[in-house]
């Protein structure tokens, strides 16, 4: 008689930390926490939904290319194949001409590698000097349909104008929605591109580090343009001038 009372003695114990929420068994944590398992549930239901629709449309894509090439004669496919090919080769095609014509170029200019992140002074593939650089990723900014698309440049620009800290320059009022600024109503200010700049035609524009004005964040980079090292571009400025090549590949 003694064992089993002992025994439902254990089993009527309270636990030694009434505050303990950990439960030792599922069902436990089951009952405890229904509100979580659903939510979990749920959301996992939803993936799989997502999952399964993705495949699905997919697999309907696929057939319906399958069934237009099949309306295709052997000539029309291949014509298809090659212009898809050629489309994904344009871009690269073109900016490797650029950047050819840059080499070839017998006058002083400047080449900018965009996904290098190097800018050159150099005349007929001679490069004089290699900068390091930022080049501002592409971006939409505002609200449709009031919005500007900033992108990379690519191609080639020419040098409109070289700034110095005591030129002024006038911020586009994009700039500060962009960084989240007040607009203000004196958007013109002395260095606001740092002590040397160079504007190029389209807008583009290649600046130093400014101490002043909504470009002074060493984080960002102006979308659309490119910031440079100042001690570089002070040291090559003296050799810019108006009408210069600027090739961008």
Not at 29 to 37: E, H, S, V
Not at 113 to 126: F, I, P
């Amino acid at each position: 008689m003694t064992l089993p009372q002992t025994r439902q003695t254990r089993r009527r114990t309270p636990r030694a930390n009434p505050t303990d929420r950990r439960r030792p068994t599922w069902q436990e944590f089951r009952q405890a926490y229904p509100g979580i398992l659903t939510t979990m549930g749920v959301a996992l239901l939803v993936m799989v939904g997502a999952d399964m629709w993705l495949v699905y449309k997919r697999v309907h894509y696929e057939r319906e290319i399958a069934r237009l090439r099949g309306g295709m004669t052997a000539f029309e496919r291949q014509k298809a194949d090659m212009l898809l090919a050629a489309d994904e080769r344009r871009f690269d095609v073109m900016l490797e001409l650029i950047r050819r014509q840059s080499i070839g170029d017998k006058a002083l200019h400047l080449s900018v590698s965009v996904d290098s992140g190097v800018m050159y002074l150099q005349r007929e593939g001679a490069r004089l000097r290699e900068m390091a650089v930022q080049v501002g990723a592409e971006k939409t900014i505002g609200s449709a349909p009031d919005t500007v698309r900033l992108v990379t440049p690519r191609g080639v620009r020419t040098v409109e104008r070289v700034l110095s800290e005591d030129d002024r320059w006038d911020v586009p009022e994009w700039v500060y929605a962009d960084r989240g600024l007040p607009p203000s109503s004196d958007r013109t200010g002395k260095g606001v591109l740092g002590p040397v700049a160079i504007v190029l035609n389209g807008g583009t524009v290649i600046y130093s580090p400014p101490t002043a004005g909504p470009l002074d964040d060493p984080a960002y980079v102006m979308p659309g343009s490119v910031r440079a090292r100042a001690e570089d571009l002070k040291a090559v400025a003296p050799n810019l001038k108006p009408g210069m090549s600027v090739y961008f590949y």
